[in-house]
């Protein structure tokens, strides 16, 4: 069996080292080909003198010095800036990429994975949430793969017939169930809200992830954006998908047929398993998580989420509804909101209120191409900018 030749984008972050985790259990099925990260040089470091990569990438010219200074002696190319992130996203010495960086950076560098007709390993949802359209019609285009990575769409993944093709109705689906555990301030009296820190948004309280995609769990963003994923990758209707607060992260999400089965797939909350998973399709592999204990689930608990406590998840419905480039401006006026809460300089309750701002400003207008993303991208940080002044207090 050949191995497989993976480029990491995003190594160093949650997913990336995660991945990295699972990758060093099966050195006879994976080689590393290409690493990147942004501005965490020490770790990045430390994986290339494990990994051995033929490539590695960071953010700028002075975080390339401190890479070379720091794997002295060690044969690996370093190069710098967003076009080598794309560039090594379609190198033809590899077949994988794991699509692993945060946000909107991630989606140039993904969307050339595709172009080049890869097996892609999809962590980085805010891709898809701006570009869905451009991008599936890229992976039409270009016959590449792509696997979910995000537990949820895994779960949906493994819990759909192995045959699927695109049209839940045909394949009998009658709805999808995304699940979320309801983050960490699920019962927070809703009063102490405006006063949580961006360290109590981060306290998850079963998954351990990347701040900004903490917030968004805290906020219900995440699932959101989670749903808009669905959308594009199962072809799914707004009223095809339903999100279930269930507390305890167990079952990752589920599949309801017409004929009243319900498939779903439950495990530990632990991100290398629906890696493995994608790393392995169709095969399974070691992903060095324990086996789910059934004697010590005490239970499992569902509850509708309230639209008072996640506003959030209104507004991602919302964009979704409005359609074109409209997700697109959700993703970057929720992007700045966040950042500026993670800085300490926007209180938490104010990150919906930027959102909603920023979605009446910004007219919707179709996304039938890659400029029109960036556009509606652009104005969604604008207005969100604009809008922070006036949600500060
Ligand atoms: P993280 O913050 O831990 O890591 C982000 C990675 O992206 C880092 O390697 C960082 O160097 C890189 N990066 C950041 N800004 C960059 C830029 N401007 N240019 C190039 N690279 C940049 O994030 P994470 O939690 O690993 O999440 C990564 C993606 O996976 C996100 O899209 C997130 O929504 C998704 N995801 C994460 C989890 C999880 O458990 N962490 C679960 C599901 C989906
Ligand atoms: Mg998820």
């Known amino acids: 069996m050949s191995r497989r030749r993976l480029v990491i984008l995003g190594a160093t972050g949650s997913i990336g080292t995660s991945t990295l985790d699972v990758v060093a259990r099966h050195p006879d099925r994976y080689e590393v080909v ?19 990569p033929r490539y590695a990438v960071v953010g700028d010219a002075g975080a390339a010095h401190d890479l070379q200074s720091a794997l002295a002696g060690q044969t690996v190319e370093i190069l710098h800036g967003q076009e080598a992130i794309a560039r090594v996203a379609a190198l033809d010495e590899a077949d994988t990429v794991v699509a692993a960086i945060v946000g909107a950076a991630g989606l140039l560098p993904t969307l050339a994975a595709v172009r080049a007709g890869k097996r892609v390993l999809l962590a980085n949802k805010e891709a898809l949430v701006m570009a869905g359209q451009v991008f599936m019609q890229e992976v039409a285009r270009s016959g590449a793969i792509l696997l979910p990575i995000d537990s949820e769409h895994n779960a949906i993944f493994q819990s759909l017939p192995s045959r699927f093709e695109g049209d839940l109705g045909a394949s009998g689906v009658r709805r999808i169930l995304i699940t979320a ?20 948004a981060c306290a998850h309280p079963n998954w351990s992830m990347g701040r900004k995609i903490s917030v968004d769990s805290a ?48 495990g530990n909350p632990d991100m290398r398993t629906p890696i493995a998973h994608a790393l392995a399709y169709p095969e399974r592999i070691e992903a060095g998580v324990a086996s789910l204990d059934l004697f010590q689930l005490a239970r499992l608990d569902f509850e509708r989420p309230d639209p008072g406590r996640f506003p959030c998840l209104g507004l991602a419905y919302r964009a979704l509804e409005a359609g074109g480039a409209t997700p697109a401006v959700l993703n970057a006026a929720n ?26 400003t910004v007219a919707s207008v179709a996304a039938e191409n890659l400029d029109a993303v960036m556009a509606a991208d652009q104005a969604g940080r604008v207005a969100a900018r604009a809008a922070l002044e006036r949600h500060r207090t």
């Not at 290409?34 to 051995?52: K, M």
């Not at 309801?256 to 319900?262: I, R």
């Not at 938490?348 to 930027?354: E, G, H, N, S, T």
């Open 335 to 360: 992007e700045v909101a966040v950042e500026e809460f993670l800085a300490g300089r926007l209180p938490y309750l104010a990150i919906a209120r930027v959102i909603e701002d920023a979605l009446d």
């Open 181 to 200: 555990s309801g983050g960490p301030f699920r019962c927070t009296p809703l009063v102490q809200l405006a006063a949580v820190t961006p360290d109590q």
């Open 219 to 266: 906020t219900m963003m995440n699932k959101g954006l989670e749903v808009i994923e669905a959308r594009w990758l199962f072809n799914a209707a707004p009223a095809d998908i339903e999100v279930v607060i269930h507390p305890q992260s167990v079952i990752h999400s589920l599949v309801q047929y017409v004929d009243g089965s319900v498939m779903a797939e439950l």
């Open 34 to 52: 290409a690493l990147t990260g942004h501005s965490r040089v020490d770790v990045l470091a430390r994986q290339c003198r494990i990994h051995r």
